[in-house]
């Protein structure tokens, strides 16, 4: 950044705090909708020597720097080499839990990670881990965070606190775990860690909805009445699925290390395997649809990856936190093809190093040749879809919306 030795083309008309952000290139995204399939892999319309012309923290323009004509007294920064697209979009994260970075175990399975993990959930969460997780998601350039809240006491006020404070836009899932159904009928099924905090502030309860962990960890009748609360609402519903081979094994036949795990703890005692795969068990208790945010899939066959895209659900993939674990690799190539909309998040702190959710795309294009244009996609136009935030301008730059960017890592650029 130069702007000190900055020329920039001026006119005599008058101007209101213009700032105008000089970069090699921008990807705007504009008038760009959710992509799925063969329009994931679409040329993005690119601007070589562009200006984001800002005032008032929105988009006022994006053009090529030789046609810009600034006023007088125009704020020019030239950020360089650099290529800018909207803001990153981390559609999966777990910020209450950021206190436990580098205390689980990885690589040994799903199962070694969760015995490792349970015991560190009995304390609260910790108000400057949180914070500087919040930070560190704005300096990546991520402004949109899809956050499971409701894993500890006082975790929903305090990510939410800290989200706002660090300029995020956070949609908090509150997330169930367990069995039976601790509400009452016409009752809005909040998980009992959030539901205080909630009802004493309307205002944090709007960007908040009822989601499910899992289809082994949470109730049936919960999850259907989250979903079925969500689609009354306005809400995403979001759950993860399909996640490792325990919770397949577990699914399908009731046995396995998760079953080792979690009986008597979270299993009740007459708990029996439905006999089905994550997918399907999904589908029979009507968990997918249009409005549902499914994450990891990482254990989803060919058959079930079409199954899950004709839903119109969408699916946050997280392949680093899936790496560290063990859990496998998503199939992520048939995914892209089917026609399910895609998005990528971080997961959390205690599977992943940190929570810039560029470097999933980055992974993603190193070790799967994924294209750039789709992973740019990803990491913006899709992930605000599934979070039902393109409404209020996320994933795109475009005049009069946010003008919230990110720097796209050099080997996301073309």
Not at 92 to 111: D, I, N, P, V, Y
């Amino acid at each position: 950044m130069n702007p000190e030795n900055t020329e920039s083309p001026e006119s005599d008309e008058p101007s209101e705090a213009l700032l105008a952000i000089r970069a090699k290139s921008i990807l705007t995204l504009g008038g760009e909708g959710p992509a799925r399939a063969a329009r994931l892999f679409a040329p993005l319309k690119k601007i070589d020597n562009g200006v984001l012309l800002v005032r008032d923290g929105l988009v006022e323009d994006v053009l090529p720097w030789s046609q810009a004509k600034l006023p007088a007294g125009t704020l020019v920064r030239d950020v360089g080499a650099v290529c800018l697209a909207p803001a990153c979009v981390n559609a999966h994260t777990h910020l209450e839990l950021s206190h436990l970075a580098e205390k689980t175990r990885w690589g040994r399975g799903f199962t070694a990670w969760l015995q490792s993990l349970i015991p560190l959930l009995g304390a609260a969460p910790q108000a400057d881990a949180v914070e500087s997780a919040c930070a560190a998601l704005a300096l990546y350039g991520t402004l949109y965070v899809g956050n499971i809240t409701g894993s500890l006491p006082g975790g929903t006020v305090l990510a939410d606190a800290a989200c706002n404070e660090a300029g995020l836009t956070a949609s908090h899932f509150c997330e169930w775990f367990g069995f039976g159904a601790p509400f009452a009928d016409g009752e809005r099924p909040w998980p009992p860690r959030c539901r205080q905090a909630l009802a004493d502030d309307p205002f944090l309860m709007a960007r908040c909805a009822p989601g499910g962990h899992a289809l082994y960890s949470t109730g049936p009748e919960i999850l259907s009445a989250a979903r079925q609360d969500c689609s009354r609402m306005g809400r995403v519903f979001s759950f993860h699925l399909a996640e490792s081979p325990e919770e397949t094994q577990l699914l399908t036949s009731g046995s396995g290390p998760l079953r080792d795990l979690y009986a008597g703890v979270v299993l009740p005692p007459d708990w029996s395997a439905p006999g089905l795969r994550p997918l399907a068990y999904a589908v029979k208790l009507g968990l997918l649809g249009p409005g549902t945010l499914a994450v990891h899939g990482v254990q989803l066959d060919a058959q079930e990856v079409e199954v899950l895209a004709a839903s119109g659900a969408a699916l946050c993939l997280c392949p680093r936190s899936n790496r560290n674990l063990g859990v496998g690799v998503p199939p992520v190539r048939e995914l892209m093809e089917s026609g399910a909309l895609l998005c990528l998040g971080t997961d959390g702190l205690t599977s992943n190093r940190d929570l810039d959710v560029r470097k999933e795309a980055v992974w993603l294009r190193e070790t799967m040749d994924v294209p750039p244009e789709a992973l740019v996609r990803m990491l913006t136009v899709n992930g605000a879809a599934a979070l039902n935030l393109l409404g209020c301008g996320a994933g795109r730059l475009e005049k009069g919306g946010p003008a919230d960017f990110c720097v796209l890592p050099e080997n996301l650029t073309y």
